[in-house]
């Protein structure tokens, strides 16, 4: 009766412990279930919003500026974005004019270089309809109207790449070409080339 009685402890005891290693087996479960979604979220509040920080800087799209001939503004094929050659455009109409050297000032070429950026985010948000479904800014292409001894092309092309980090933060970076050219349509100072990487679900 006593070995009968010891048999039955130990059953239980061992019963007991296979319940506490289960209930231990699924907390520890929850805990990595509990800290994958705190990951999650906080990947999801850190993402840039790219709206949002347009808004934030006080930034307003223009309606795009139709092409001047037989192209088009921009050309999507699969989750890339060719943005063609985009000019200074002024919110209330018309361009910057003027050449770096001898009618503009560097800091004058970075603001007609960000107006050139707000161009063509414009004909991009005209194209994906919102600026959030932006992977990367890959590649830029940059002109600068420039007399022949100007020699600070990408300083002035820093006031556009300046703005895409600024709206899609570290996505705004991207690969960058700045070359000095003697003249561009309507004496511009600046004309801007783009090309841009959605992300995979849109």
Do not use: C, W
Not at 26 to 32: K, Q
Not at 68 to 95: C, E, I, W
Not at 112 to 134: H, M, P, Q
Not at 140 to 149: E, K, M, R, Y
């Amino acid at each position: 009766m006593a070995d009968s009685n010891s048999l039955l402890t130990f059953k239980n005891l061992f019963f007991i412990k296979i319940q506490m290693m289960k209930i231990i087996m699924m907390i520890i479960f929850s805990f990595f279930i509990m800290l994958k979604n705190v990951e999650i979220i906080s990947a999801q509040s850190t993402k840039p919003n790219a709206e949002k920080n347009l808004s934030d800087l006080g930034i307003q799209l223009i309606a795009p500026v139709p092409p001047t001939a037989n192209f088009v503004k921009a050309v999507r094929t699969g989750n890339m974005v060719y943005l063609s050659g985009h000019g200074p455009d002024k919110a209330g109409g018309g361009q910057v004019i003027g050449k770096l050297g001898s009618d503009l000032t560097v800091e004058q070429g970075q603001e007609a270089a960000r107006l050139v950026g707000i161009s063509l985010l414009s004909t991009l948000k005209n194209e994906i309809k919102d600026l959030n479904k932006v992977k990367r800014i890959i590649k830029v292409l940059g002109l600068v109207n420039a007399i022949p001894s100007f020699e600070r092309h990408s300083q002035v092309m820093n006031g556009f790449s300046d703005l895409m980090v600024q709206v899609f933060g570290e996505n705004g970076k991207h690969a960058r070409s700045a070359i000095g050219v003697g003249s561009l349509p309507n004496n511009i100072p600046v004309e801007i080339e783009m090309i841009v990487e959605l992300k995979n679900n849109y």
